[in-house]
């Protein structure tokens, strides 16, 4: 019986968890975007030193962004779209656009940062740019992407990764 109560309890506070660390880990992603933007004009008024410090404060926003969905992820699951028959493929869709774009942010990021760490600033200054519109993108399209799951529309089932990106895709058809 003790067991039971045990499991319930952590039941109980995972589903206040599953849409808490969404929020905060949206939150910070969206203030490293903001950060990439202040750093990308700094750079551009040639101010070096704070463009290095603020876009160091970007990553370690990224960062927690990262840890904060990771755990969300392995210790609670993902929650499935939630929202309208009508509306699930156009939304897959838009998060296989988010992952993917996502994906080359970080990847993206990860050279700049090193780039930028060695001096090696022809590359770094080439891909700048691009990586900079890229995280907008990234940062812009996981904002939304938690406005559809848990403001829009009323968050589906959490469960583990695979399920909810399975589900998601196979009740659209």
């Given at each position: 019986?003790?067991?039971?109560?045990?499991?319930?309890?952590?039941?109980?506070?995972?589903?206040?968890?599953?849409?808490?660390?969404?929020?905060?880990?949206?939150?910070?992603?969206?203030?490293?975007?903001?950060?990439?933007?202040?750093?990308?004009?700094?750079?551009?008024?040639?101010?070096?030193?704070?463009?290095?410090?603020?876009?160091?404060?970007?990553?370690?926003?990224?960062?927690?962004?990262?840890?904060?969905?990771?755990?969300?992820?392995?210790?609670?699951?993902?929650?499935?779209?939630?929202?309208?028959?009508?509306?699930?493929?156009?939304?897959?869709?838009?998060?296989i656009?988010?992952?993917?774009?996502?994906?080359i942010?970080?990847?993206l990021?990860?050279?700049?940062?090193?780039?930028?760490y060695?001096?090696?600033?022809?590359?770094?200054?080439r891909?700048?740019?691009?990586t900079?519109?890229?995280?907008?993108?990234?940062?812009?399209?996981?904002?939304?992407?938690?406005?559809?799951?848990?403001?829009?529309?009323p968050?589906?089932?959490?469960?583990?990764?695979?399920?909810?990106?399975?589900?998601?895709?196979?009740?659209?058809?």
């Amino acid at each position: 019986m003790r067991e039971e109560n045990i499991v319930c309890y952590f039941r109980k506070r995972g589903s206040m968890m599953a849409t808490f660390l969404p929020f905060i880990s949206t939150v910070f992603i969206g203030l490293s975007a903001l950060f990439v933007a202040i750093g990308w004009y700094l750079v551009s008024q040639r101010k070096i030193e704070a463009h290095k410090k603020v876009m160091f404060w970007a990553a370690v926003l990224a960062v927690i962004f990262f840890v904060t969905y990771l755990s969300k992820t392995f210790f609670i699951g993902s929650t499935s779209f939630g929202g309208p028959d009508s509306v699930v493929l156009p939304y897959t869709i838009f998060l296989i656009f988010h992952i993917t774009m996502a994906t080359i942010a970080a990847v993206l990021g990860i050279i700049q940062l090193t780039t930028g760490y060695k001096n090696r600033l022809k590359s770094h200054r080439r891909l700048g740019p691009i990586t900079s519109i890229i995280w907008f993108i990234s940062a812009t399209t996981g904002i939304a992407v938690y406005l559809l799951l848990y403001v829009i529309y009323p968050p589906g089932e959490t469960t583990n990764l695979f399920n909810a990106i399975l589900n998601t895709v196979i009740t659209s058809y």
